[in-house]
């Protein structure tokens, strides 16, 4: 294979939102630990190849499968596709048989994990949904993110599956004090798929993807940005000060650390810009900041 090649099998990797996914395990796993679970590194690792695997598996499914949609799109650095496979049609069959693989080996791993720790048959069965939503996200029959699901879809897999993995995999089973993240998490999952909605608006439009900013526009798409980022916000200056949870995390910090992002969500509220240039200028920051804040936080 030549090294050219292999390049454009990388960039459909878009390997870059690994990070975020590495970084929403993380956070899973160090509240595990801060709840009073020992850290066991081979269990971190061997769960994190997982959700590698079901992670990775997404950017190749999707460019498969959205591949006339991104015809009519331009690629951005956080939507649109890759462009890879617009340009070398002769790799489509690559990316859906390698996605393919790439779930078969989480699921291998998930069967590995389950024996070697001794995990209730609910691992697998958690592993295995993480990567039916992932792979039906845009494949047929069901093309969740075409059928007004995308948002749910992306909610759930950020808000809960991605950071329940890292919790499960050291803790072994969901609690008070990780429920009590999920709806936060779920807020943050919302204005990142709105976001990343926003600049694709004219091109999801034509390709017949029914989201809710082709649905309901750039401006509304910016107002519900804002809207959950506050939600986000607010929820942790209550936990902080209604004293709820175990002292040993402190929301009101959390709730400062989250201004970045909520910060830029009421400048592009303010601002709604319609002209898609400078709306993916101003969502690109946005997302950047919801990478730095869930960074922190674990930090």
Request: glycine share 8%; with cysteine.
């Amino acid at each position: 294979m030549k090294f050219h090649t292999i390049s454009k099998i990388i960039k459909l990797g878009r390997l870059k939102f690994l990070i975020g996914g590495f970084l929403l395990f993380s956070f899973g796993s160090l509240l595990a630990v801060l709840s009073g679970t020992k850290f066991i590194l081979n269990r971190f690792l061997l769960g994190y190849a997982i959700l590698f695997m079901a992670h990775l598996s997404v950017s190749y499914s999707n460019d498969y499968f959205d591949v006339d949609v991104d015809r009519y799109g331009k690629p951005t650095a956080i939507s649109g596709g890759t462009g890879v496979l617009l340009q070398n049609p002769e790799l489509r069959t690559f990316s859906k048989r390698f996605a393919i693989v790439l779930i078969s080996l989480s699921m291998v791993l998930a069967l590995i994990f389950t024996i070697l720790f001794s995990y209730p048959a609910s691992f697998p069965i958690f592993v295995l949904l993480g990567n039916l939503l992932g792979w039906y996200y845009t494949a047929p029959p069901l093309k969740l993110g075409y059928h007004k699901f995308s948002e749910i879809v992306v909610v759930l897999t950020i808000g809960f599956m991605v950071p329940g993995m890292g919790y499960f995999v050291l803790k072994r089973e969901f609690d008070f004090l990780f429920l009590i993240f999920v709806l936060p998490l779920m807020f943050y999952g919302l204005s990142f798929i709105i976001s990343v909605e926003i600049p694709d608006m004219e091109g999801d439009r034509l390709g017949n993807k029914n989201t809710l900013v082709v649905r309901k526009g750039r401006e509304f798409g910016f107002t519900l940005v804002a809207f959950s980022l506050s939600l986000g916000t607010l929820y942790f200056l209550i936990l902080g000060i209604m004293n709820l949870v175990p002292t040993i995390i402190d929301f009101l910090l959390i709730a400062v650390f989250s201004l970045p992002p909520l910060c830029l969500g009421i400048l592009g509220l303010l601002r709604r810009p319609t002209d898609r240039n400078f709306a993916t200028k101003l969502v690109s920051r946005i997302v950047s900041s919801f990478y730095l804040f869930i960074l922190i936080v674990d930090c």
